[in-house]
């Protein structure tokens, strides 16, 4: 529930003595791309390693969903296994006041039943190709803002030369090891996923928020989606054989899917002001939003259906930004970080010639975090996070940068903007949604009211978004005269360009318009004082660990494809010993009719025949994060044996560092699946389909 | 609006190179006792000092409100100056849905209008007394527990030894320099204090939360009270009179009043469990429970009316604790802080004498702090700050603990529960006051799932709270069940002691009771491990100091009356000079007409007839905390020239250390309430009451 890639950015509490490992890379961490699979060390840990065949086939199997997600194809009819809760948004836009699929659950008794998932895409990667010397000869000596912009623009050649359908393909190119590599990756898209099976909010998230993150556990934490093409189901060229049996404690797992950030290749000062400016403006920030959010909910049927993604988000965000700030603040952990980056600075001053191509790469990162530090809450209140995730607000964002963006040559546009990047950008603008007025006022005027707090009243900045209105007031405006919640609406202002922006009267569009120039500014000076020169040094930086530490290494987490392997296996922590399995018949234990802890009335229904000793959840060792949520777990013969959606609460830290001890992936099996289907769910003809008949 | 003494604990915001003084104070710094007022020192700064008569006056005539703030005697019927935010939660609680004061304001047109406000006790010192030996002998050289328990048991000896009239007397020993002195304060008390004149709470606090601890401002943040004694009004032994003229720039000011409480003497170690402990613990709750009240209130007339004072408290404690956070993660305000402790660490090494006798204190400290990491969370949320404000529950715990308290020899008890404390606490127990059960129920399941969700739901504690029910539901049973609102219930209660408490079926007792044990054994193991533990420790570092600086320094706030002097002066910061006074003809131009921007409605109707050249706020150099609220600010004649209701915000960082660059107390003039009681508000008698007339 946890690891979908969106707010998170990990801690372990109370880690005490752990052995953070950095570089190189300890038993069973990593992420590793598909193009370097670390075949030697695996077999080393493992006693075996997968083989070319066995790595092609689980990689064009491997689904990433662009909402965050992963996934994988589970049938030749293009069945997609992921978690509920990355399908849970879809779920709740489906939903009306009079069906609400997020507590009554979703089964799709006939194809024509499945629906279609708004914004919603799915991407196969095909290809991975080195171009690396293509984007640094691109860069050449460049930093700041003009190493930005070679980079962007290097970037888009690549991406629109290499994808000439763009229907059907989509081409990335992945900066790894923060500038030390780039890779072209090549995905085959599919814009049409449709929903296929979620089960009841209450069975795929029970123990709720105070359960999430944490083990032992009770959640069927899967859904369904199926890919679509010409109003088809697909021919899926690749699938994963569904498995329904349960692994045994200490059997090998791997874990395919897109990890989305971590940031164990920072530096000190990196982490520092994450410590001391990040978490400390942002926190609280979330804090507040979360307590007007439940407030707003409470008692308010309606407010609870239609806001319970968004709580469920800022939530879960909530609960990662807390763990990884008390993991950089814990003693133990923070010091063997800088031990690290001591080893490696050490490493690197005993080579005269390494020494002399990389200079001193710290001290320019320091520089860019300082320069960061005078500007980071105008940058994050008024570009990066400008509308505090506000629906309405994104829509006039994006439709305006496009119209603008658009009549410029790819070299000059912003990142995300650029030609290759537009048709997903198209579709998430233009797919039907719904809009919630209340959510909407909520969450302008909260990020209004915080920004005029945070930067002070007599701010130029803020005086030019208020003029003479409150915050509260200006929300309501804003969102009762704008007419962006109509797709038909925005398509019209999309295709039209910018002609269509500038005659526009919607009062979100103006209000963007009159804020963009001051938000571009905050851009470039981003790009100039901190992106371009932190992307400098981390290249430095790559050359410096590649010469010391070989391909021992892996690149930190990029929401792209890669694969971790471990076992089941639980832990011990302050000696107490967690098994790595759940039964289904502790859910009937730790049910108190409660909410969160409410059963979900089918499972009560089910008591008497559900075969109680089905492994529920367990817990392996593989390195994951943010992002992998719904990622396939498969065993050494290749089939899947469940869909990974939590880590355990020491698994926090992992943005920073793996702790083979503590950190834990949590994973409903493919048994407890295979049983609620068949048992509480009676949906015979998706268990046919996943067992290939 | 700014400085009650409830709820703040003070950060420059970027403070660049300031010179913080710590030991011995720097010109203008400390808020002295006035046992110890440093003649030679003011003289030198001010070129002028108070003589004996002076000060004598000056204390007999400044009154505490047991609320947390300060105040004065401005006249011979006991008429009593202080600000609105101290009176605003009396005006609070004497407002109806049918007439609502804080929105309209309140003005008494003869003495029986004036109405008691709950809870509210005011007290004048009469005499200071060093007890120190007396204390110190009982506690000879015990430590932890031990310590603790001799300290209140002699405290308590002491209170009651000299206090015989528990009508108008009340003796408390203040602990200063954390256990290096103990001084009797003898009080003469009233309990029986009147509103007699507050303004519209938009006149008030003009600006709102974005105006707060910020300059120039215009608020009119001043509040009437009236001293009574047997349903009359006192003779008052002294007072303060009235200046209804402004002061001069440069003009010397004394601020007499009770700052609340400083960290300035802390080590090292206590500072960084602020700011990695206690900090990143409190300061996300108090934003998500803010959130709550926002969003609990928009739209809600009633809600709005009834939650405005805890709103406020939280808002303002909420800047406090950001700000002083801020201080202690800026590298140079922190370093100065590093540097003074260094400095005496030093000086106390090149004296074998005096390290002999005190040992290594920084050392005990920091074991003691590393001790209350380990259980922080459970001591904050399950003592310490149980019920987190919610009035039904601090019945039910006072009610309680008294009856349990009682039947115990002093020696034994909780802090605050000790015969010479009583009196005082059966008045806040006993007085009616509203209670709103929409506020009651949303503070007890906020700090009911707060504590699931921090301890974790399989906590012990927290299951033994819960039980099988949801937070929310507890919350709803505890507020509808309970009758605790009632003040005859709680006399009942009160006057009941154990038997009745036993008796009880109120489920706030019962819930209570279940969980008083788990808190005394969190408070005992505080004493043992931490307080007992730095009250030894900072003895000795008061010795140290005394040894080293001598009588150049003065001990941390301690809401016990104190005298600061200064003069009116702006200050510069970043280049921009921000000039000491404002003027009433300011506020209209700084209305915007949206809230909390918004002009009263009288002011409005004023604004043709209003001295707009009058002096409206003013700063000073004073140095001054939160509790100095109210303060009276008095000219070298001894006239009263203003109320002390706020410091900029360079002053936050205060609570570590004052900045005589930065560091400012605002104040509302003389002038500006003498203009607007004439202009805007037609209060004839009471203009004619402060005129002596």
Redesign the interface.
Same mark, same amino acid.
């Given at each position: 529930m946890t690891i979908r890639q969106t707010l998170f950015c990990g801690a372990a509490f109370g880690i005490a003595g752990l052995a953070l490992s950095a570089v190189p890379a300890s038993a069973e961490e990593g992420m590793w791309t598909f193009d370097a699979f670390p075949t030697a060390k695996v077999r080393k840990d493992l006693g075996w390693a997968p083989d070319k065949a066995w790595l092609d086939t689980v990689r064009a199997s491997a689904v990433r969903l662009t909402g965050g997600c992963s996934a994988s194809v589970v049938s030749p009819q293009g069945l997609v296994l992921t978690n509920h809760h990355c399908v849970i948004a879809c779920v709740q836009d489906l939903s009306t006041d009079k069906a609400d699929y997020v507590q009554a659950g979703f089964t799709a008794r006939s194809r024509e039943d499945e629906r279609k998932c708004p914004g919603q895409q799915a991407e196969i990667v095909t290809a991975i190709t080195d171009v690396t010397p293509q984007v640094k000869a691109a860069i050449g000596t460049a930093t700041g803002e003009a190493l930005v912009r070679a980079e962007i623009a290097a970037i888009a050649r690549i991406e629109s030369g290499n994808c000439t359908d763009g229907a059907t393909q989509r081409c990335q190119v992945i900066k790894l090891y923060g500038g030390g590599q780039y890779k072209l990756y090549s995905y085959r898209k599919y814009s049409d996923v449709r929903l296929v099976f979620a089960p009841e909010f209450k069975a795929a998230f029970f *123990?709720g928020? $105070?359960?999430n993150f944490?083990f032992p556990r009770y959640a069927l934490d899967v859904g369904f989606l199926r890919l679509y093409e010409n109003g088809r189901p697909i021919a899926a060229e690749s699938h994963l054989r569904w498995n329904p049996a349960a692994p045994k404690e200490g059997d090998a797992t791997f874990v395919v899917g897109n990890p989305g950030s971590t940031q164990r290749l920072f530096t000190q000062d990196q982490f520092a002001l994450r410590r001391?400016v990040i978490f $400390?403006l942002t926190? $609280? !920030?979330?804090?507040?939003?979360? *307590?007007? !959010?439940?407030? @707003?909910m @409470?008692g308010d049927k309606e407010r609870t259906r239609t806001g319970a993604d968004t709580l469920f988000g800022i939530e879960n965000g909530y609960k990662v930004y807390?763990g990884q700030?008390?993991a950089l603040?814990d003693p133990g952990f923070s010091g063997t970080l800088a031990a690290n980056e001591a080893r490696l600075r050490a490493a690197v001053a005993k080579e005269a010639g390494l020494r002399g191509r990389i200079g001193d790469p710290w001290a320019n990162v320091a520089k860019a975090d300082a320069a960061y530090r005078d500007f980071y809450a105008d940058f994050y209140l008024l570009e990066a996070n400008a509308g505090y995730g506000s629906t309405l607000y994104g829509y006039a964002e994006a439709l305006v940068r496009a119209a603008t963006e658009r009549e410029k040559p790819d070299a000059e546009r912003l990142p995300g903007y650029s030609s290759s990047r537009l048709a997903l950008l198209e579709k998430q603008l233009t797919d039907e949604k719904p809009v919630y007025p209340w959510l909407e006022e !909520?969450t302008l005027s909260?990020w209004l009211s915080k920004t005029?707090?945070i930067l %002070?009243?007599d701010n130029p900045d803020v005086k030019r978004m208020l003029g003479?209105?409150?915050p509260?007031?200006l929300a309501e405006r804003l969102v009762s005269g704008s007419r962006l919640a109509d797709p038909k609406v925005r398509k019209r202002l999309f295709d039209g360009g910018m002609a269509a922006i500038r005659a526009s009267d919607d009062p979100l569009i103006r209000f963007f318009l009159i804020n963009d120039e001051r938000g571009r500014a905050l851009s470039r000076r981003y790009d100039r004082e901190v992106g371009g020169q932190i992307t400098a040094a981390q290249a430095k930086l790559a050359t410096a660990r590649f010469a010391v530490y070989g391909d021992s290494i892996y690149p930190d987490a990029t929401f792209s494809l890669r694969i971790s392997y471990g076992r089941v296996k639980g832990w011990t922590y302050r000696g107490t010993a967690v098994p790595p399995f759940t039964y289904i018949g502790g859910l009937y234990d730790r049910a %108190? *009719? @409660?909410?969160?802890f409410e059963a979900a009335p089918k499972w009560l229904a089910a008591q008497g025949r559900i075969a109680k000793d089905t492994v529920y959840d367990y817990v392996t060792t593989n390195d994951i994060i943010g992002g992998n949520s719904g990622s396939p777990v498969i065993a050494r013969d290749g089939s899947v044996i469940g869909a990974a959606f939590d880590g355990n609460i020491h698994s926090i830290g992992g943005s920073y560092g793996y702790d083979a001890a503590l950190n834990r992936t949590v994973v409903v099996s493919s048994a407890a699946i295979t049983e609620a289907l068949k048992t509480v769910y009676d949906a015979g003809s998706l268990l046919k389909e996943l067992s290939g008949g």
């Open positions: *123990g928020d $105070p359960d944490n001391d $400390p926190v $609280p !920030l979330m804090s507040e939003y979360r *307590g007007r !959010l439940i407030a @707003a @409470a807390v700030w008390q603040r !909520l909260f005029r707090e %002070t009243v003479k209105e409150s509260e007031a %108190t *009719g @409660a909410e969160p």
